[in-house]
């Protein structure tokens, strides 16, 4: 299958190297030319895995008409505050029947398809978003990255709903046994991870972060009482999927930590512990944790809560607290009902424009 790949973080190295080590025929973008002179140069990555090191070729382009030209499906595991920018440089080029997959999304599969829209695409696309990045995975250098694990599940939503079958069938060919199809791109957002995973690792660990000069949030800043605090968030977060309608399974975030159900499948959590690669430096003003999982995904979070009219203290919390921190208005910045044009619509008209489209 014809494949392109964009962006230059954790997610993309890993994704052009599963997908080019898989056969397909890969396309990788980024903005810059300049970006891609290490990889131009040496012809590809390296990949590290359980299986060890190995190289993998592939020929980066910035030319986004020529990586995107009759490719089925386009994956952009890019941070969800890049996605207005590439919807409106995909927009002149998009044809019909293509797929974008979002992994994850916070609700970027109808902001970018109706960033698209306004820019005066027609084409009848898909896009799609799960709950996490498919991989746990860091780049080692501008030729390197590790892959520590895969995701198993992956619950995945898709904006048109109408258009979830052939979707969630061509991104299948990417994710073999791994794509679970959820009921529309809202409850595949409200699968997302982040916003719920790391607030508390970060907001409670905000001491040690900014006192050491590495500190990993997942091993000794994982203790009991920040357990305790995600596991009252996740049950806001799955109140609010239940009051929408949406159905179990939920991944409760507990499952994770203490079974092999969760999206990264059997000890995820110890495999990245074990690995080392998250022993890192956060800055808590920029970090992406911060700025994308708390000023995106939570704030967006505690607005679908207040719009479907579930109480969500605990999340309405952390996301004050992060704004004192960061010194940041994300109710004003963020991503929130009211900032995408939602807050204003009753529950049956988005239900009605999830299922149709725009």
């Not at 495999?271 to 995106?296: A, C, F, P």
Request: glycine share 10%; with cysteine.
């Amino acid at each position: 299958m014809k494949i392109a790949v964009l962006g230059g973080g954790n997610g993309s190295y890993a994704a052009v190297a599963d997908f080019a080590e898989a056969g397909h025929d890969v396309r990788w973008w980024r903005r810059n030319r300049e970006d891609f002179a290490d990889v131009a140069g040496a012809g590809g990555i390296t990949v590290t895995d359980f299986k060890g090191s190995r190289p993998v070729s592939v020929i980066p382009t910035d030319d986004l008409a020529a990586a995107v030209e009759d490719v089925e499906l386009i994956v952009s595991p890019t941070p969800a505050n890049a996605q207005e920018d590439i919807a409106d440089r995909l927009a002149p080029h998009m044809a019909d029947g293509q797929v974008i997959f979002l992994p994850p999304g916070t609700f970027g599969s109808y902001i970018m398809l109706k960033r698209m829209r306004d820019a005066g695409c027609s084409a009848d696309i898909a896009i799609a978003e799960t709950g996490t990045l498919p991989w746990l995975t860091r780049k080692q250098g501008p030729l390197e990255v590790r892959i520590t694990t895969r995701a198993s599940r992956l619950p995945t939503g898709v904006f048109p709903a109408r258009m979830t079958d052939r979707a969630i069938e061509v991104i299948a060919h990417a994710f073999p046994d791994a794509i679970e199809k959820v009921e529309d791109a809202l409850s595949g957002a409200l699968m997302n991870a982040g916003p719920i995973i790391h607030p508390p690792l970060i907001l409670m660990n905000a001491g040690p972060i900014e006192h050491f000069d590495r500190w990993d949030i997942h091993n000794e800043g994982t203790q009991p009482s920040v357990r305790r605090v995600h596991t009252a968030l996740d049950n806001e977060r799955i109140a609010i999927r239940e009051a929408l309608g949406y159905g179990a399974p939920h991944f409760p975030l507990a499952d994770h930590y203490e079974t092999s159900n969760w999206m990264y499948g059997n000890l995820a959590h110890d495999k990245l512990v074990g690995s080392g690669d998250w022993h890192e430096h956060l800055d808590l003003k920029t970090h992406r944790y911060m700025q994308e999982d708390i000023g995106l995904g939570l704030a967006f979070l505690v607005s679908v809560g207040e719009w479907v009219g579930v109480p969500c203290p605990v999340a309405q919390g952390l996301l004050a607290v992060a704004e004192a921190v960061s010194e940041c208005d994300f109710r004003a910045s963020g991503r929130t009902m009211a900032l995408v044009g939602l807050a204003d619509r009753d529950r049956a008209s988005v239900q009605t424009m999830l299922r149709e489209g725009l």
